[in-house]
């Protein structure tokens, strides 16, 4: 997967949880809980819902490693394989 | 399954602020006499919380240890944060505000809030927190009924959620806006006016009949309930954090509670202060790392938080606990739902002690029920009464009440007169007073009582919805819901959820010209969680072609529940038109 399939998957699957938001203003480095209101609980469907997607599995301690759009096209890259 | 009763040994009871003699000999005028009240038999929440204690000497102590999201600290010591008050109600002040206004803050956990909280107490004038993730609607709504006169928040909250009506609203005299950067047109700039301001102010003369606080909660039907606190409730937030949460004067103590919510008010400012702990107070959301991370580092020794976030934690198993020093803790509680057995015991498992589950809700201030230190527990219990509270199971008999047996289900009741009973739902007389029957309050949820006097929650006697701890009222989801153009109705009921105990899920029927579609229940979702923030809006929508009602038009909220967990409907024989 390219990293823009990636950026896409994240982004699709974030705004399947949180409809308010709007993909093309989501930037880099927002902050998903601080910046783009998503709670503890949007945050666990969203870590369900890129497992289903992607088949890579987030374990707990790796929450802060897709707090934001650029981090998570990392981490998922990597762990996609 | 049974779970095994954990015992307390001989030597903790005995270490106990609540032993049986205590519990004998208390009385609310001797537990008054432990605060130090104002000349003339007056009573002020920040007096007793920051000023007795700086006259003490206490003053050098750390009253908050502030961890910043970017990982930056600020401790602020009682004689400061007393200071700060001070300085707080002194813009208060001289904006023209008297005793009685009413100040609302909308923020996230930041030093200003605290400071904010007692100042507007100090000055006399009535403090009401908001959740910093509410949407606009139900900021709005809670500002309306109230009759805010101030609003103390952030330049992004009032930019996104206040600026476009908060102009309308006749009751308003001043904004405070936090940030560094110049305030908004029509704006004060909070942090430059405070320090301008004197460090001194002369306490408001309230008496423990004053009105301190309103906390909003919410109904099943019509709009939010503003519940009023006076300020003699300190009387009961220092007894029950002595007794329900054991803390003593010097500990490091942390309340995971946003203050947006009425325990992050009672416990995680007054109680706790008035008790004389150092509190921690972070400023992040919930984080595993983090989480672990304070209690070993900061040294924590009493830690209240809630079913919500113990379950996640023990959803990363006890492996991610493993490596931290947890000897520092000696008490930790639970509340904002019940704790499942599994709870309390992984507490005893992973950090040495079980969680004490209690029970209380906005409308008694306090902490009613509880487990606490010196008693064995039986896990999922509630506990029992505190000194000071009786409480029963009753049940409508005719025109009056009765006492249920033990092990009978029925609403839990609490006989009036401890000090932090609500006083109002403002503007509410009606709803109020229906709260009181033969002498009782009643709580609205379901209980038992066993023979050995433990009482047991059982449910909410209504359709409130309790999603993580936070109480959510149908009406006000429906209510947005169906300002949305494609919704004709909506009806809305709490379904379990393993995490969250229970999640917003909205059944919807479509006006004329709308099909259902993918795209259509993302649009109204959407709009949902913009006017009501994602703490309250559905998590889930399904589509009806019609929904269940009553002959006199009642959408029935309880038979949509019913089939949806495949329980047995119940007495139908007022529905009118059926689920389609």
Redesign the interface.
């Known amino acids: 997967m390219t990293d823009a399939d990636i950026r896409k998957a994240f982004l699709g699957e974030l705004?399947?949880i949180?409809?308010?938001?709007d993909a093309d203003s989501v930037g880099p480095d927002d902050h998903l809980?601080?910046d783009l209101?998503?709670?503890?609980?949007?945050f666990?469907?969203l870590v369900t819902a890129l497992h289903q997607r992607l088949g890579v599995d987030i374990?707990?301690?790796d929450?802060?490693k897709i707090a934001t759009l650029a981090l998570a096209v990392e981490y998922l890259k990597a762990r996609i394989g | 399954m049974t779970w095994p009763i954990i015992f307390k040994d001989v030597f903790t009871r005995a270490a106990a602020n609540l032993t049986d003699q205590v519990r004998a000999a208390f009385t609310w005028e001797q537990a008054r006499a432990t605060l130090d009240g104002l000349p003339d038999g007056g009573l002020n929440i920040a007096h007793e919380a920051l000023d007795r204690h700086v006259a003490a000497g206490h003053g050098g102590q750390v009253a908050i240890r502030w961890l910043g999201?970017d990982n930056d600290r600020r401790d602020l010591t009682y004689a400061e944060l007393s200071a700060d008050a001070a300085r707080f109600a002194n813009v208060l002040a001289q904006h023209g505000l008297a005793p009685g206004a009413r100040v609302y803050a909308l923020m996230g956990r930041v030093p200003e809030l605290y400071a904010a909280a007692l100042g507007t107490l100090k000055a006399g004038m009535t403090f009401t927190p908001l959740f910093a993730?509410f949407g606009p609607e139900p900021i709005k709504a809670r500002m309306e009924i109230g009759e805010g006169n101030v609003l103390v928040t952030t330049a992004a909250l009032y930019r996104k959620k206040v600026a476009s009506w908060i102009r309308d609203l006749p009751s308003l005299r001043l904004i405070l806006i936090l940030d560094d950067a110049p305030a908004p047109e029509g704006c004060v700039a909070l942090r430059p006016a405070m320090a301008a301001a004197s460090d001194q102010f002369e306490t408001a003369m309230t008496t423990a009949d004053d009105m301190a606080l309103i906390h909003f909660t919410s109904g099943t039907t019509g709009r939010p309930k503003g519940a009023v606190h006076v300020h003699g409730a300190v009387i009961a937030h220092a007894a029950t954090g002595r007794f329900a949460l054991d803390l003593k004067p010097g500990d490091i103590y942390w309340c995971t509670a946003d203050p947006g919510w009425v325990t992050g008010t009672s416990y995680g400012i007054i109680s706790p202060l008035v008790n004389r702990v150092t509190m921690i107070v972070d400023e992040a959301?919930?984080?595993?790392?983090r989480w672990y991370g304070i209690l070993q580092n900061e040294k924590v020794q009493v830690w209240y938080t809630a079913p919500?976030a113990i379950r996640?934690l023990m959803?990363?198993g006890k492996k991610?606990a493993q490596g931290y020093d947890f000897s520092h803790l000696r008490f930790l509680a639970s509340v904002g739902e019940p704790l499942n057995p599994e709870g309390v015991l992984w507490g005893q498992e992973v950090f040495g002690h079980p969680f004490h589950d209690n029970w209380w809700q906005t409308e008694t201030g306090g902490i009613m029920i509880a487990n606490t230190a010196d008693m064995d527990i039986r896990p999922g219990s509630m506990g029992r009464p505190l000194p000071g509270i009786e409480a029963g199971i009753v049940a409508q008999e005719g025109d009056s009440l009765r006492n249920c047996k033990p092990g009978e289900i029925g609403e839990l009741a609490l006989r009036p007169g401890w000090p932090s009973l609500m006083r109002a739902y403002l503007h509410e007389k009606a709803r109020y007073d229906k709260c009181f029957v033969d002498g009782w309050y009643l709580s609205g949820d379901l209980a038992m009582q066993d023979k050995d006097g433990v009482f047991w929650f059982v449910g909410r006697a209504d359709d409130l919805i309790k999603?993580?701890g936070h109480l959510i009222g149908p009406f006000e989801v429906e209510s947005a819901l169906i300002e949305h153009e494609a919704v004709a109705e909506a009806a809305v009921i709490g379904i379990p959820?393993e995490?969250?105990g229970e999640?917003v899920k909205a059944y919807v029927a479509l006006n004329p010209g709308f099909e259902v579609s993918a795209e259509l229940e993302?649009?109204i979702?959407?709009?949902a969680?913009?006017k009501l923030?994602?703490?309250v809006a559905p998590?889930e929508i399904v589509f009806r072609k019609q929904l269940p009602k009553t002959r006199s038009g009642k959408i029935m909220r309880r038979l949509l529940k019913a089939r949806e967990l495949g329980l047995p409907e119940g007495d139908i024989s007022t529905l009118e038109a059926d689920e389609k």
């Open positions: 705004t399947q949180a409809p308010d938001i809980q601080d209101e998503i709670d503890s609980m949007d666990l469907n374990p707990e301690s929450y802060p | 999201k993730a959301e919930f984080d595993l790392e919500t996640m959803r990363a991610a999603s993580s959820d995490t969250a999640v993302r649009s979702r959407g709009f969680r913009k923030g994602a703490a998590r």
